[in-house]
């Protein structure tokens, strides 16, 4: 079992950032590989990267490439969203996610965090 927390989310200008994190229990965190999804109102949630057990391979949704980045700390049980750049379309919850299997799919992560909102005003 692995419980995610979210923290760092809250409201910020166009053009300003944010850093995303998401502490997780137990000691297999460098098991499992590790998403961050985000949900907007009336939207489906939606795949935003990836970063695999190691930390050496990632993955980006393409309308966040060059603006996102996301990293681990395996001794710390923590992994990260580094957002720049930020844009009014970025709105959304934004969940963390946990799973054995490394994929851009909701349904490869076991395990989701409550959310944290991110909200991007003009």
């Known amino acids: 079992q692995v419980q995610l927390v979210e923290s760092g989310g809250g409201l910020v200008q166009a053009g300003g950032s944010l850093r995303l994190s998401c502490a997780a229990s137990?000691?297999?965190?460098?098991?499992?590989?590790m998403g961050w999804f985000r949900q907007a109102p009336g939207k489906e949630r939606e795949f935003v990267a990836l970063?695999?057990?190691?930390?050496?391979?990632?993955v980006y949704a393409d309308s966040v490439k060059g603006r996102f980045t996301i990293s681990r700390d395996n001794a710390k049980n923590t992994q990260y969203l580094q957002m720049n750049s930020l844009k009014l379309e970025d709105t959304a919850v934004y969940y963390c996610?946990?799973?054995?299997?490394?994929?851009?799919?909701?349904?490869?992560?076991?395990?989701w965090g409550q959310g944290t909102q991110v909200t991007v005003s003009s």
């Open positions: 137990g000691r297999s965190f460098s098991n499992y590989a």
């Open positions: 970063i695999s057990r190691s930390g050496v391979n990632t």
């Open positions: 996610a946990a799973g054995r299997v490394q994929g851009t799919a909701a349904s490869s992560y076991e395990y």
